[in-house]
């Protein structure tokens, strides 16, 4: 058994809301219905902005930048080896 890491080159991009004073907006761990935890950073408008790591119900996980909800800037995908 395996991992693949998959590499997504991006332009780069560390993004802060200079309009949150409290560090428990700035990052926090959310887990959603469907199984999938994201523990990063927030912006003030409950998206995913800035650096943090998604992990979906299936193993497959990000760590990188996100940019308004979406993975954005430099990354790494690992997807974890479906082959036994």
């Given amino acids: 058994m395996g991992i693949s ?9 560390w993004c802060v809301d200079a309009a949150m004073t ?7 761990r959310q887990k959603y219905s469907d199984g999938s935890v994201y ?6 408008d409950g998206e995913r902005h800035g650096v943090g790591s998604l992990t979906y119900s299936n193993n497959t996980s990000y760590t990188g930048q996100f940019e308004h909800g979406l993975h954005s800037g430099i990354g790494a995908m690992t ?3 479906r082959y036994e």
């Avoid at 409290?22 to 926090?28: A, E």
């Avoid at 523990?39 to 003030?44: K, Q, T, V």
Wanted: charged share 20%.
């Fill in 22 to 28: 409290s560090p428990s907006q700035l990052r926090r």
């Fill in 79 to 81: 997807i974890p080896d």
């Fill in 5 to 13: 890491i998959v590499m997504l080159p991006v332009s780069v991009c």
């Fill in 39 to 44: 523990d990063g950073e927030w912006n003030s």
